[in-house]
DNA sequence: TGTGTAATTATACGATTGTATAATTATTTA
DNA sequence: TAAATAATTATACAATCGTATAATTACACA
């Protein structure tokens, strides 16, 4: 290496991931980004070479930090449901700590772009894999009724997860006046408030003597 | 009027329903639109001006074509906790099926775009009303456990609603392959499955004798 | 039949976008 | 000290965007 670097790379990934969470894949602009970096424009071109490239590496790199301390370890002790239970709040949490970038990921996928798609096709599999099989267990156990599995999960995702996407993006939209946003903390956002929804919904899903009817 | 109009307003409207439900509003083009309707560029200028007056046009006619057939009647002998499942039923059904506008809509809010913020903050508190006074009321009938209004109504659209929009979002952003599309229409989208989880979200969110323990 | 006028066309402007590259700088190493 | 080379700069290109307008067309009506 002749030239020493000032490694405009990093502040490049630095800048990208504030810039990320605020606009989207679509709405980040090259020259925003180097402008907000201090950094030339050609150094982009340079180092990453296309958006999409930068794009990449910037959720391959958030992923690897965010991922690292989302270890689920299931216990064999405990029944499939109280598995489950714990499994889901972990979840839940994580996604509230990354709420930003996970609506703002989402809200690109929805919108067709390929980067954030290709992101959750990789990705998220993985991770819903557990919970899935945990639903499988619980059901054969008798804990949880019999659902089919695309419900059961939607149901359970949508119910703990929805709010928190939802809140998340009523905040940073300025859809949500001040004192709104203060109560979203306390009442959705919250470690209790998770795990609240996670009882209620486990609670709705479980197996009872009766079907209530409907209508 | 000196020359008679080929009326390629409505023309460039109907293709504007096409694509926005397609593209969002940050993807749509004014020039692939005019293409898509046949029409010379210079039109839509003639007609619209702003892409901005464009899409709130768009967006006002289908609001009247759709909540025209939205009218929410509470019946006066029934309970709250009955009413608002009805109630429920009834707007997640319409939620299903306009769901490719309505993902839209939420992912370009969610992505800042301000006329679809404009939208949802006009339009969606008019609609969950209804939902949150009938929630108040089943609560002091003490049909369902006393719960922030935030959390209680966060808790039950995302349980039965977010199915609804993921699903949309992953049948149209072919992040589903074509098998599970058919397990969605079946056993997320279908009028029994909606029913289904509001049965079990008002069950969850039912006032029990005990409450359980989390954990 | 000719005139007024609304509708339509072709074209252009300026801004912004992602991407690319030749020239210059600053450093290491021989 | 000179040569090699990685890092950095300034600038440009082609495409696309939303918006605008002068010129042309086609019809109603007097």
Redesign the interface.
């Known amino acids: 290496m002749a030239r020493p670097s000032r490694n405009v790379d990093k502040l490049l990934i630095e800048a990208g991931h504030e810039l990320l969470a605020k606009?989207?894949v679509?709405?980040l602009s090259i020259r925003q980004l180097t402008e907000h970096a201090g950094v030339n424009l050609g150094m982009f071109h340079y180092h990453f070479k296309t958006k999409d490239a930068f794009v990449r590496a910037l959720l391959e790199q958030k992923y690897n930090d965010m991922f690292v301390n989302l270890q689920m370890k299931s216990k064999d002790n405990a029944s499939a449901l109280e598995n489950l239970?714990?499994s889901i709040n972990v979840l839940a949490s994580f996604a509230r700590d990354n709420r930003l970038l996970l609506?703002?990921l989402?809200?690109?996928?929805?919108?067709?772009e390929s980067v954030a798609?290709d992101f959750?096709?990789t990705n998220m599999p993985r991770h819903l894999k557990l919970e899935i099989s945990l639903i499988k267990q619980a059901q054969q156990d008798g804990a949880l009724k019999p659902?089919?599995t695309?419900?059961a999960l939607?149901?359970l995702?949508?119910?703990?997860?929805?709010?928190i996407m939802?809140?998340a993006?009523m905040s940073?939209?300025s859809?949500a006046p001040a004192p709104?946003r203060k109560?979203?903390e306390?009442?959705?956002f919250s470690d209790a408030?998770i795990?609240?929804?996670?009882?209620?919904?486990?609670?709705?899903?479980a197996a009872?003597k009766q079907t209530?009817g409907?209508?």
Do not use: C, W, Y
């Not at 989402?106 to 067709?112: K, Q, V, Y």
């Not at 795990?195 to 899903?205: F, I, K, P, Q, S």
């Open positions: 606009t989207g679509r709405g239970r714990a609506v703002r989402l809200a690109d996928a929805a919108a067709g798609l959750l096709r659902l089919p695309p419900q939607a149901f995702v949508g119910a703990v997860g929805a709010p939802v809140g993006a940073q939209s859809l709104i109560q979203l306390q009442f959705v408030a795990a609240e929804r996670v009882d209620m919904a486990l609670l709705g899903m009872h209530r409907r209508k």
